[in-house]
């Protein structure tokens, strides 16, 4: 059960997108395992969850050093990204996470702070229909570093007006609950309330 004492207790909510408010982590890896496969890198899906919340480029530059193949790391996240988008007919809401924002917003302010690009991030929210829902959606594109750095989670409670301690994080990936420490606030793992799917690879 979501602790409804510590949403109520908080000034402002910040919600991860990918694996909090969507069921997209499966899509995202089916989408990752084809692109990988057509440069012949290796992305095993445990090491695909352990860097949730990283910006795609920075993934694919990582993964092709330590792999020594060379890669158009920007041109390969945006093939990614379009096979990912080929797939979102299978993304599906997080009901028991999308249930707190509804039940808060218009009450105290609310957030959405992702790794993800700004066209992808907002793209699904759309599709679930909760785009509007929110006072600031903060992305890869908003900061310089990244999770586990705290700096998306900090912009967002600036942007929301609310001291970084009185917010309340929803998150579903380490790099996500560190970067949430890091900003001195509370913090809930989404995994603790819900399971994600799992999608067969073709």
Same mark, same amino acid.
């Given at each position: 059960?979501?602790?409804?004492?510590? !949403?109520?207790?908080? %000034?402002?909510?910040?919600?991860?997108?990918?694996?909090?408010?969507?069921?997209?982590?499966?899509?995202?890896?089916?989408?990752?395992? =084809?692109?990988?496969? %057509?440069?012949?890198?290796?992305?095993?899906?445990?090491?695909?969850?352990?860097?949730?919340?990283?910006?795609?480029?920075?993934?694919?530059?990582?993964?092709?050093?330590? +792999? +020594? @193949?060379?890669?158009?790391?920007?041109?390969?996240? *945006?093939?990614?990204?379009?096979?990912?988008?080929?797939?979102?007919?299978?993304?599906?809401?997080?009901? @028991? @996470?999308?249930?707190?924002? +509804?039940?808060?917003?218009?009450?105290?302010?609310?957030?959405?702070?992702?790794?993800?690009?700004?066209?992808?991030?907002? *793209?699904?929210?759309?599709?679930?229909?909760?785009?509007?829902?929110?006072?600031?959606?903060?992305?890869? %594109?908003?900061?310089?570093?990244? *999770?586990?750095?705290?700096?998306?989670?900090?912009?967002?409670? =600036?942007?929301?007006?609310?001291?970084?301690?009185?917010?309340?994080?929803? %998150?579903?990936?380490?790099?996500?609950? +560190?970067?949430? *420490?890091?900003? =001195?606030?509370?913090?809930?793992? !989404?995994?603790?309330?819900?399971?994600?799917?799992?999608?067969?690879?073709?």
């Amino acid at each position: 059960m979501i602790p409804w004492d510590r !949403v109520q207790a908080a %000034e402002a909510i910040i919600f991860d997108c990918d694996g909090t408010l969507v069921d997209s982590m499966p899509i995202h890896f089916l989408a990752w395992n =084809r692109t990988m496969k %057509e440069i012949g890198i290796e992305f095993p899906e445990d090491r695909f969850y352990a860097m949730g919340g990283i910006p795609t480029h920075r993934i694919i530059e990582m993964l092709a050093h330590e +792999q +020594q @193949i060379l890669v158009d790391a920007h041109a390969t996240a *945006k093939r990614k990204e379009e096979a990912f988008f080929e797939l979102m007919h299978l993304l599906e809401p997080i009901h @028991i @996470i999308i249930e707190v924002a +509804q039940k808060v917003r218009g009450l105290k302010p609310i957030a959405v702070a992702s790794g993800g690009s700004r066209f992808g991030i907002e *793209k699904q929210l759309r599709h679930v229909g909760i785009l509007d829902w929110f006072d600031t959606i903060v992305c890869a %594109e908003d900061t310089v570093k990244h *999770k586990p750095d705290p700096d998306v989670f900090l912009e967002s409670a =600036r942007r929301l007006g609310v001291a970084p301690e009185k917010c309340l994080v929803f %998150e579903d990936a380490e790099l996500g609950i +560190q970067a949430a *420490k890091g900003a =001195r606030m509370d913090w809930l793992d !989404v995994r603790d309330y819900f399971e994600s799917k799992r999608i067969a690879l073709d």
